[in-house]
């Protein structure tokens, strides 16, 4: 069904970026296991993998005031700090084994190394996503990717013309897509 | 050539059966063929189940906590109730209703921005309270008012307040007028006002002391007979009447 976010925005973001205790809390419930996932993936080690997800919480609280709810969702920002995150912590720790085992050694490991976790996160920023869709956008494209419904089927159950729900699907579609394309231009963290 | 039309692109990327004529197309057609592939990761994003979450150990939240200096009310770990529950979708228990299927209107959202504020202030005391309180646990126990009508407030000249009026419908039948304000300054005190829409008459809700006031609105009184709000600034002589001096204002869609 969803990832770590609700089916609609609930205030989260903006509370985030308020400098609400509570906010990172509630961040921390909602993301931190998908986050911990994506880190896995990438990180292998459980232990590394704890230890980013610390790393992304902290940054994202202390580097709060750079969120701009407007921009994008803190989900998606969180993904992108993750990223930042396993990648700092992947070649930090590449240099370490090539001094310890040789260049050699690099190879096999590229190799075992987790699957891309993009997978995962762009889930997670495609939900969230989805909760800031206006209506009836988000319920069209809500049917269409969870119901599996077609436009027809969605026409039917909106009660809105099928010219109307086509072009819905349409933007929302575009729409997301770009957020997801931002989304790979991880912030500055 | 006529190539396929934006919307149909878009519903085969969402692998809708094509048309007999848009299969014949696509066949021929590698520039239509790859704007439906352009729309694939957005497609698998949204189709595919959520990945399953690994709930992290209580040292990460107590590192978190400790590092930040965040208030003792949070030094539970968030997601302990999580845990043990593994392999749990998403993270955790599900934090929200499920009345998502009905389109909503603006009305709506305005109200779930605003009530998000206030269900954040709950939350956050509760945690104080009980230490375990979450936000989804603590909103789902208040049963949601049901907006009216809302509005911006906009400042009359030589202000520069901004501000909202939102007529609640609460679950006893009573109607709430709720404003906010960016100030609360007032040479004398502000009162909230009702207003016909030919400024001829006027009904009195009360002082604001703050920059939000949540104000009973009279049994009976036709709103869409006063649906202008209206912020005046009030000198403390006794006079009931109004000023003459608004500060702020918008008229309800009623």
């Known amino acids: 069904m969803s990832s770590g976010a609700p089916e609609r925005d609930d205030g989260l973001d903006q509370a985030f970026a308020a400098g609400e205790e509570a906010a990172l809390a509630e961040a921390y419930r909602r993301f931190a296991p998908l986050v911990r996932t994506m880190s896995l993936r990438r990180l292998i080690d459980p232990g590394a993998a704890d230890d980013a997800v610390q790393e992304v919480f902290i940054r994202a609280w202390r580097y709060r005031e750079t969120y701009s709810p407007e921009r994008s969702t803190l989900a998606a920002w969180l993904v992108g700090i993750a990223r930042n995150v396993a990648s700092t912590m992947t070649s930090s720790r590449i240099r370490e084994e090539d001094v310890l085992e040789g260049a050699a050694a690099r190879s096999e490991r590229d190799e075992t190394r987790g699957p891309d976790q993009e997978g995962v996160a762009d889930k997670v920023v495609l939900d969230a996503e989805l909760t800031r869709l206006g209506e009836p956008q988000h319920s069209i494209l809500r049917l269409a990717f969870h119901e599996d419904m077609t436009h027809q089927q969605i026409s039917e159950q909106l009660s809105l013309p099928l010219g109307t729900v086509k072009s819905h699907i349409r933007r929302g579609l575009i729409q997301l897509r770009q957020r997801l394309e931002v989304s790979d231009a991880a912030p500055a963290r | ?254």
């Open chain 2, 1 to 254: 050539m006529q190539h396929l039309h934006d919307d149909a692109l878009a519903l085969l990327a969402l692998g809708e059966e094509p048309a007999a004529e848009e299969s014949a197309h696509l066949e021929s057609c590698e520039q239509c063929r790859s704007e439906i592939s352009a729309y694939g990761r957005v497609v698998r994003a949204g189709r595919s189940s959520a990945p399953e979450g690994s709930v992290p150990p209580p040292a990460v939240w107590a590192g978190i906590h400790q590092a930040l200096n965040l208030d003792p009310a949070l030094r539970r770990d968030p997601l302990e109730n999580a845990r043990g529950q593994e392999p749990a979708a998403g993270a955790g228990p599900r934090a929200s209703s499920t009345d998502t299927s009905q389109p909503v209107s603006l009305a709506d959202e305005r109200r779930r921005r605003r009530s998000g504020a206030k269900w954040l202030a709950a939350a956050a005391a509760a945690a104080v309270v009980a230490g375990a309180a979450t936000w989804g646990v603590v909103r789902n126990l208040e049963p949601a008012p049901e907006v009216i009508a809302s509005v911006p407030l906009a400042p009359l000249p030589s202000y520069s307040d901004e501000g909202t009026a939102t007529v609640d419908l609460l679950p006893d039948g009573e109607r709430e007028l709720v404003i906010t304000s960016s100030s609360a300054d007032a040479e004398g005190y502000r009162e909230v006002w009702l207003i016909s829409p030919d400024i001829t008459s006027m009904v009195s809700l009360g002082e604001m002391d703050g920059t939000e006031a949540r104000l009973r609105i009279p049994d009976g009184l036709d709103l869409s007979a006063y649906p202008i709000v209206d912020i005046s600034d009030e000198p403390h002589d006794g006079n009931p009447e109004h000023s003459g001096n608004s500060i702020l204002r918008g008229q309800l869609d009623l």
